[in-house]
């Protein structure tokens, strides 16, 4: 079976800096700084391969990818001392698209993922900062539309209009009306 979860953090990697092809720039740079003993927080890379094997299978999930992923995510959870979807001390994870080469502009991010109505009372408590917590939602609320529900997909907005464009203007909006 093939490997397709590489998983860095606390001071280890599965990967190497000479992996790029396999866990594209980021990864690849990414496990080194790990094994460097460089502060990175842990997380998963999903390889190269597995983009190649998902496109060559009639865009599905290669078998067994999401238990890899989760056993990966347990990893995750202890190196930082924090759980998934957990009510007191949410872990929260960014997802980016990466590639074998840098394209500047060209990757998307989405942010704290793992933030939701269970999880914000836990987020409140640990910040004790309710601007943060619930902007940080809305950020999450946005780029999700963005890069998930809109770009994904491929709908191509009329006018520049894109989902990201219409939230910002109504937050102008919302922000000028209250001064």
Do not use: H
């Amino acid at each position: 079976m093939t490997k397709y979860v590489y998983t860095f953090g606390g001071k280890t990697a599965e990967g190497k800096a000479d992996m790029k092809n396999l866990l594209g720039g980021k990864g690849a740079n990414l496990a080194e700084m790990c094994l460097l003993g460089l502060p990175v927080p842990a997380g998963l890379t999903i390889t190269t391969e597995c983009c190649t094997a998902y496109y060559a299978n009639n865009c599905q999930l290669p078998a067994g990818l999401m238990d890899d992923v989760w056993k990966a995510m347990k990893n995750v959870e202890n190196i930082m001392g924090m759980r998934y979807d957990d009510p007191e001390n949410p872990l929260l994870v960014s997802c980016r698209s990466g590639a074998r080469s840098s394209m500047p502009g060209m990757m998307d991010t989405v942010l704290n993922i793992g933030l939701s109505s269970k999880t914000i009372p836990g987020m409140l408590k640990k910040t004790g900062n309710p601007r943060f917590v619930y902007d940080s939602y809305r950020r999450l609320i946005m780029m999700y539309a963005d890069v998930v529900m809109e770009k994904s997909e491929g709908i191509e907005p009329a006018d520049g209009k894109g989902i990201r464009k219409q939230l910002d203007d109504m937050l102008d909006e919302f922000k000028a009306k209250r001064g």
